[in-house]
């Protein structure tokens, strides 16, 4: 299937959140389409991720992602639940301003309660728009990828560069190298190609139509 979005929106809760998911997808699509990265969390309430916010502009431009593609909030970490209206009012005004055709977010699998209330609040805001949820492994359950989409070795290589900005989390075994070239290959399986990104469907709104 080709598929294609003129405006794409990223949504992650947490600084490394979109890099983790979907990093490679996102290195991928950016020469083609209008891409918006939204954070919610900029973690700086936590005085041992001082340096996150830098590292997660590195990592970004790496990906090819430009300064004002770049929204850094400041919901506070793991008090999404009783911000829920907030963030719900803030994803409507984004809807509003920037209009997108497709929005990536966290997978319905992911127990995290930051990422749980973005990917709520997002089927919310966003009707009648596909809505694609991405895994970042460390708090998901179940995930198993239903929407594939093939990703190149120069993807893959951004994507694994991207991360290694992350000093402050070096230390994790879900920045390891390894680990994520190893997702993307058995995406890649499943996918009958060298390397994919793998997404569960929230919601998919199409058009079936055929050109003369």
């Known amino acids: ?82 911000m829920r209206q907030e963030i719900l009012e803030y994803l409507l005004k984004l809807r509003k301003e920037f209009k997108p055709d497709m929005v990536f977010v966290h997978t319905r699998s992911d127990i995290h309660q930051d990422h749980n209330v973005v990917t709520e609040e997002s089927l919310r805001a966003y009707r009648g728009t596909t809505v694609l949820g991405f895994d970042v492994v460390r708090s998901s359950y179940g995930f198993f990828p239903h929407f594939l989409v093939e990703v190149s070795e120069d993807d893959v290589q951004a994507k694994l560069a991207s991360l290694a900005e992350y000093k402050t989390y070096l230390d994790k075994y879900y920045f390891d190298p390894a680990l994520l070239r190893a997702t993307m290959i058995r995406h890649g399986a499943l996918a009958e190609c060298p390397y994919a990104e793998g997404f569960d469907i929230l919601r998919i709104v199409g058009r079936f139509s055929v050109s003369d």
Not at 10 to 15: D, K, S
Not at 44 to 50: A, W
Not at 60 to 68: E, T, W, Y
């Open 1 to 82: 299937m080709n598929f294609f979005g003129k405006r794409i929106l990223f949504i992650g809760a947490h600084p490394d959140d979109i890099e983790l998911g979907c990093g490679a997808f996102l290195h991928h699509v950016i020469p083609f389409s209008e891409v918006l990265c939204v954070t919610l969390s900029d973690n700086q309430k936590n005085p041992n991720l001082k340096n996150v916010v830098n590292e997660h502009l590195s990592s970004f431009s790496i990906l090819g992602v430009h300064q004002d593609q770049i929204v850094l909030e400041q919901f506070e970490t793991r008090k999404f639940p009783d």
